[in-house]
């Protein structure tokens, strides 16, 4: 029966770590595996109340792989810890099958006395670098947890958890073993963008409600005049993604007037910018809000942005 756990630990790194190239790699050069089989001899030795000899094994362990799991806690079949440094599982910590952990995952207890004080993991979850979880919260079958992330609160099956505090993101969309970083959503910018588009819904109907008030018939302005409203207007919309407003920012390259007609040019963070159709919504919404101008286009050039252009601008105004 051992051995047939020894393999099946080994074929399941090779079949979760596109790095391994052999069995005998595996075997040799894997501390996290290294650090599950000398938890299940401590263990052993913990359910047979041998406790001091399986802390010091334990603790041998900790010092040659950099992982330090507790022999009380429970760990399921086909578990991976993948790099291993700094994992640290508590006592009370219960594992399911199929879990992936990576580098610097804390499964951690918040209680001063002996009750279950340690995360319930459950099957086929995957644990980013960094993550911790603690107390006795309950992590889903199928969750995903963001590297970095704090969790201290339950976890539905198959949800995306990220952020400090960890913050349910969505259901698990991807596959059972990429965790993919990159396309994790986030929901604080999704609630910062909704807030940033509630408020220029709201100067959108001020601004069309103070049309009905009279106005002074001043004849029609010269375009600097304009020019330097609509970049008082734009210093209202904030880039969700920097939190700095586009003016500052430095994403509005020329503002061109013609007459009741206006095109701004902009750039971007990134050119990859999930929210382009906002900003390009909220800068018209801003600038046409403006009165006398009735026409408002948005250009969004093909060109990098100038993060030294900003940082310029930062510094001239703090020399003024």
Known sequence: MALINLKEDIDTVLSKDPASRSPLEVVLCYPGMHALWTYRLSHRLWIKKFYLTARIISHISRFFTGVEIHPGATIGRRVVIDHGMGVVIGETAEIGDDVLIYMGVVLGGT????????????????????ANILGPVQIGDGAKVGAGSVVVRSVPPGATVVGVPGRIAGPDSGSKIDLGHGEMPDPMLRVVSRLLDRQNRLEARIAELSEILPKDSTGIRESPLFEREIREALKQVIDPEVGVDIIDLGLVKEIQVNGNKVNIDLVLTTSGCPLVDYLQDQVRRAVMGIEGIDEVTVTILDEPWNWDRFVRQKDNLIEL
């Open 111 to 130: 209680a001063l006395h002996k009750v279950k004080r340690h995360p319930t993991i459950g099957n086929g979850v995957i644990i980013g670098s960094g």
